[in-house]
């Protein structure tokens, strides 16, 4: 701040001026739909997802094997080659124990979420899931892991058809 | 090859709150005005005008780059509002900057705001709709799940504690104590950082920058005309942005190359050749404590793993070798996305021209540099000035 | 502003690789991603260059509220070839991303630069209401009513002040209609009398349904570069010698809502640029936008291609006929191809573009040598952009 200026424009409103309802509000409420077209990569996905496997698209000018799948490898600037299917097992790369919910709401029993490298696919290419049947103070980075589906009836192609991944040795 | 040398004139900012009063229109307004009184001038010197504005959810306006625009000063003229998610704030004197190194203006008014609080039940839910819809949104991600695995990461590659890392909220929220628009400044001890609650371990509470509604502005001219408003322009002489892939899980989280590159791009343009030397003061993007130091390893401030230790050790505080976010940062200040970066790019403005008051730093600075970060751990937006 | 302007004169930017996909009115089969990949690979072929080492900036024209997400930026660089370089996203029509790119080149910071937008319309399920979540919160959203009552309003308007006859805006529609049969992108042509036009469904009277643009999909990309290094590059490079953007009030009720003054004020420094002194002798054709028909006629006047009042008239006598002494929209424009939302500023270049290679086909302009480009952001906003093109 300029030594020079003393005073900064701008009137709060507090949480209990806002809870006493001291001003004025307008709630509107905007629902936005879409459906949005998966296109030719995450369809296959999708689908695969719902046979119980994880598939990948390879690119083969730069050898990587690619999850999610894309029509075109984003490093070469080219379209990915050929479709490879990958273990539904991997590594986790990272994870992190969440107490809140998407609205900041508390949840009352904390997620697992870890980011796991696949078997399979090319070193460090993961996917965002969640990790279960473990405590939050036994995941370690580098943890093997499996995924958990969700029984063949109940699957609909969503990355959801995966409950989630779990610790491969028991602890 | 590079035309017009280009410089900030000008500088204002609102209150940075959880909530205000005013509409975005009026925040961006307060803000614009601001500056071009700081700098001599009136709407009607202005040829062009950038605004930068992140989501428009917050908001709650569909194209609220055109909502904003008269509170920004646009009406009547060349109008451009950019967008890069979190990198925004110092993105928008990019644009300016671009504006008027083309030749295109000879006077550009910038202006970054947020009005975060609108979005019921929380702003912070307007970040789940930045996830892939298909891959991610049906797991209930929200945006505490990627930046706590980027940081277990970062802790992990390099062996850094929470405690080390809880440095940044001490000396940030700390700092923010001296800055009149400051949302959070407080004097906290590590052990507070600690103990308060995990919200998506590790990051807990203390270690993050809340929601908040605000604006700033800065005026940029060009050369010729820079000189005649002012005897202390600041040169706006190091421009760099970069975006990395989108499939964040890809990626490796502990080292943002992207900002690395969108430094170079920058260091090149001004002519940096040693930016842990050359670079007086720096105000990195910190919207949780260990993204300050995960940035200034990716702007060469420090090597692979070793900031943390620097800020241990106080090279970081405002007497420091290197001082690093003197305002307070988005952990003291506050949080209102774009508005914060450009928060960033005013402190450095006033720290160069010796007007930051209490918050000056010790060292004679000539070279600073404001940087900001977002999307999905994506981008680095980078401007280097100097006095 | 005037001295900055003159250190530009020409601006001379060329446009050397043009790429597009979709133009469908649905493309259910492509994700976005997908779909901006064809056209980018198209674009760079056309050009000649790697975007992984050739391109020193990336430009996309998105919104949100079109796609679905909040910070489209996100989902930009993979397909384009953008991975960790230089992308940013100007939240505005992509003439305006256009006019970006071209002060990236000028101000020395890029060599080569690529500007996108897209439209994937057919992803949006209740566009209508993401249309009014744009109004003013507090003062217009209100009306619970399509959100084209706001060129209901502004058609009332234009056709008082201007004195034109209800019926020259049908002809609009019957003239960009029937042109885009010839065109092979467009979706929406057909061969109409102006009273079924008239005759059509009242969307915002006196706005009828034939006489309002209909969304299609599709992905626009163009490769821009310096006048040194578009010598090397493609061999068919449309300059860009002039280009403007401009916006009026945000406010409805303020506007003078019988005059396009966003155009106006873009034309002006579009003009100076290019130093285009008869904007009506000048050019041998012009892309406008016609995102409702009397926008064609408001913006013809507004970047005196006609005199105030007489655009109407001069449609009705064929002047901007195909064959006519200037034609406009001989592509179809956004009526006849269909609306392409932020990237129908791009879809004029395209079309403009186009036309002074001499790849036009059956819609050949014949010694085609320079093009008006205009857009318009769309309701509710008074925001548009002009570009002088020439081969």
């Known amino acids: 701040m300029s030594v020079k200026i003393t005073s900064y424009p701008g009137r709060e409103i507090t949480t209990?001026?806002?809870?006493?309802?001291?001003?004025?509000?307008?709630?509107?409420?905007?629902?936005?739909?879409?459906?949005?077209?998966?296109?030719?990569?995450?369809?296959?996905?999708?689908?695969?997802?719902?046979?119980?496997?994880?598939?990948?698209?390879?690119?083969?000018?730069?050898?990587?094997?690619?999850?999610?799948?894309?029509?075109?490898?984003?490093?070469?600037?080219?379209?990915?080659?050929?479709?490879?299917?990958?273990?539904?097992?991997?590594?986790?790369?990272?994870?992190?124990?969440?107490?809140?919910?998407?609205?900041?709401?508390?949840?009352?029993?904390?997620?697992?979420?870890?980011v796991v490298d696949l078997d399979g696919a090319s070193p460090g290419i993961g996917i965002?899931?969640?990790?279960?049947?473990?405590?939050?103070?036994?995941?370690?980075?580098?943890?093997?892991?499996?995924?958990?589906?969700?029984?063949?009836?109940?699957?609909?192609?969503?990355?959801?058809?995966?409950?989630?991944?779990?610790?491969?040795?028991?602890? | 090859m590079l035309k017009r040398r280009v410089a900030i004139v000008g500088a204002g900012i609102t209150l940075f709150r959880r909530r205000m009063?005013?509409?975005?229109?009026?925040?961006?307004?307060?803000?614009?005005?601001?500056?071009?009184?700081?700098?001599?001038?009136?709407?009607?010197?202005?040829?062009?005008?950038?605004?930068?504005?992140?989501?428009?959810?917050?908001?709650?306006?569909?194209?609220?780059?055109?909502?904003?625009?008269?509170?920004?000063?646009?009406?009547?003229?060349?109008?451009?509002?950019?967008?890069?998610?979190?990198?925004?704030?110092?993105?928008?004197?990019?644009?300016?900057?671009?504006?008027?190194?083309?030749?295109?203006?000879?006077?550009?008014?910038?202006?970054?705001?947020e009005k975060m609080s609108p979005l019921h039940p929380h702003p912070q839910y307007a970040f789940w709709s930045i996830f892939d819809q298909i891959l991610e949104r049906p797991l209930g991600v929200t945006l505490l799940w990627i930046f706590s695995l980027e940081m277990r990461r970062y802790m992990h590659k390099y062996g850094i504690t929470e405690e080390d890392i809880a440095h940044v909220a001490v000396k940030n929220k700390g700092n923010a104590v001296d800055h009149p628009c400051a949302q959070l400044g407080a004097r906290i001890t590590v052990d507070d950082v600690m103990?308060?609650?995990?919200?998506?371990?590790?990051?807990?509470?203390?270690?993050?920058?809340?929601?908040?509604?605000?604006?700033?502005?800065?005026?940029?001219?060009?050369?010729?005309?820079?000189?005649?408003?002012?005897?202390?322009?600041v040169w706006l002489d190091g421009v760099g942005w970069t975006l990395d892939s989108t499939h964040w899980t890809n990626r490796d989280l502990a080292y943002p190359e992207y900002l690395e590159k969108a430094g170079r791009m920058a260091y090149k343009m001004a002519g940096i050749k040693n930016p842990r030397k050359e670079i007086d003061i720096a105000e990195v993007y910190d919207p949780f404590d260990y993204k300050e130091l995960h940035h200034m390893e990716g702007l060469q401030l420090a090597g692979k793993g070793e900031a943390a230790k620097m800020t241990v050790e106080g090279v970081t505080q405002r007497d420091g070798d290197l001082p690093v976010c003197p305002s307070g940062g988005l952990l003291g200040v506050g949080n209102p996305i774009a508005a914060a970066g450009m928060m960033k790019i005013c402190e450095v403005f006033w720290q160069l021209r010796g007007e930051a008051g209490k918050r000056q730093?010790?060292?004679?600075?000539?070279?600073?540099?404001?940087?900001?970060?977002?999307?999905?751990?994506?981008?680095g937006t980078v401007a280097v000035m100097r006095s | 502003m005037p001295g900055a302007i003159d250190a530009l004169l020409p601006l001379r930017i060329g446009i050397v690789g043009v790429g597009y996909s979709g133009f469908d009115s649905m493309t259910p089969g492509l994700s976005t991603r997908e779909l901006m990949f064809e056209a980018a690979s198209r674009a760079y072929e056309d050009a000649g260059i790697d975007p992984r080492k050739d391109v020193q900036s990336f430009i996309?024209?998105?919104?949100?509220?079109?796609?679905?997400?909040?910070?489209?930026?996100?989902?930009?660089?993979?397909?384009?070839?953008a991975v960790l370089r230089p992308l940013c996203t100007v939240s505005s029509d992509g003439l305006v991303g256009l006019a970006t790119a071209c002060m990236h080149i000028a101000s020395g910071l890029a060599d080569v630069a690529v500007v996108e937008s897209h439209s994937k319309a057919s992803d949006v399920l209740n566009p209508s209401e993401i249309m009014s979540f744009a109004l003013d919160p507090a003062y217009t959203r209100h009306v619970e009513a399509d959100p084209r009552f706001v060129a209901g309003l502004e058609m009332a308007r234009y056709l008082k002040d201007s004195g034109t006859k209800r019926e020259y805006c049908a002809e609009v529609a019957v003239k960009?209609?029937?042109?885009?049969?010839?065109?092979?992108?467009?979706?929406?042509?057909?061969?109409?009398?102006?009273?079924?036009?008239?005759?059509?469904?009242p969307v915002a009277t006196p706005l009828t349904d034939m006489e309002?643009?209909?969304?299609?999909?599709?992905?626009?990309?163009?490769?821009?570069?310096?006048?040194?290094?578009?010598?090397?590059?493609?061999?068919?490079?449309?300059?860009?010698?002039?280009?403007?953007?401009?916006?009026?009030?945000?406010?409805?009720e303020d506007r003078n809502l019988s005059r396009a003054t966003y155009a106006e004020q873009a034309a002006s420094q579009a003009y100076k640029m290019a130093n285009v002194r008869n904007p009506a002798s000048y050019f041998d054709l012009a892309e406008v936008d016609d995102t409702y028909s009397y926008k064609e006629l408001q913006h013809l006047e507004a970047l005196k291609l006609a005199p105030r009042g007489k655009a109407g008239r001069m449609t009705s006598s064929g002047v901007f006929d195909k064959n006519g002494r200037l034609p406009v929209n001989v592509s179809g424009g956004s009526l006849g191809v269909g609306h392409l939302l932020e990237a129908t500023g791009l879809h004029r270049v395209l079309e403009a573009i186009m036309q002074l290679r001499g790849d036009a086909g059956r819609m050949q302009v014949p010694k085609a040598r320079k093009a008006l480009v205009q857009s318009w952001r769309g309701i509710p906003t008074a925001t548009g952009a002009v570009a002088v093109l020439g081969n």
């Not at chain 2, 371990?201 to 203390?206: D, Y």
């Not at chain 3, 960009?176 to 469904?201: F, I």
């Open chain 3, 176 to 201: 960009n209609k029937r042109n885009a049969l010839s065109n092979p992108r467009s979706v929406h042509g057909a061969r109409l009398t102006k009273d079924e036009v008239l005759g059509s469904q």
């Open chain 2, 195 to 233: 103990k308060s609650e995990p919200i998506c371990w590790p990051v807990k509470r203390l270690d993050v920058s809340p929601p908040s509604d605000g604006a700033a502005a800065v005026v940029l001219a060009s050369e010729k005309t820079a000189k005649k408003l002012t005897d202390q322009p």
């Open chain 3, 212 to 252: 309002a643009s209909k969304t299609i999909d599709g992905s626009i990309v163009f490769v821009l570069a310096n006048a040194q290094k578009a010598k090397k590059l493609g061999n068919h490079t449309v300059w860009i010698n002039g280009i403007g953007w401009n916006s009026d009030t945000p406010w409805i």
């Open chain 2, 21 to 113: 009063l005013e509409t975005g229109k009026e925040l961006s307004f307060e803000a614009s005005k601001m500056a071009l009184d700081s700098a001599g001038l009136t709407l009607k010197d202005v040829d062009a005008v950038v605004e930068g504005s992140a989501p428009d959810a917050f908001d709650g306006v569909h194209m609220k780059g055109e909502y904003l625009l008269d509170g920004s000063g646009g009406v009547g003229k060349p109008y451009q509002r950019v967008f890069v998610g979190g990198g925004t704030g110092v993105f928008t004197p990019i644009a300016g900057w671009w504006n008027v190194a083309s030749g295109f203006h000879d006077i550009c008014l910038c202006v970054a705001e």
């Open chain 3, 60 to 81: 996309c024209c998105t919104e949100d509220f079109w796609e679905g997400i909040s910070i489209t930026d996100e989902y930009m660089p993979d397909q384009l070839g």
């Open chain 1, 128 to 171: 965002l899931h969640m990790l279960g049947e473990i405590e939050p103070d036994r995941v370690r980075i580098g943890m093997k892991v499996s995924a958990v589906w969700k029984p063949a009836r109940e699957r609909e192609g969503a990355i959801t058809d995966i409950r989630y991944f779990r610790p491969m040795e028991v602890e």
């Open chain 1, 16 to 114: 209990d001026e806002l809870k006493q309802g001291k001003y004025l509000e307008l709630v509107q409420k905007f629902e936005p739909r879409y459906s949005w077209a998966a296109g030719v990569a995450i369809s296959r996905f999708l689908n695969e997802l719902k046979e119980g496997r994880i598939i990948a698209r390879k690119c083969l000018k730069c050898a990587r094997t690619l999850v999610p799948p894309r029509m075109y490898c984003e490093q070469c600037f080219r379209p990915t080659d050929e479709w490879a299917y990958v273990k539904d097992t991997g590594t986790v790369n990272t994870y992190s124990i969440s107490h809140v919910a998407a609205d900041a709401s508390r949840l009352k029993e904390p997620l697992l979420v870890a």
């Open chain 2, 361 to 379: 730093v010790k060292k004679d600075a000539r070279v600073g540099l404001a940087q900001a970060w977002g999307d999905l751990m994506q981008v």
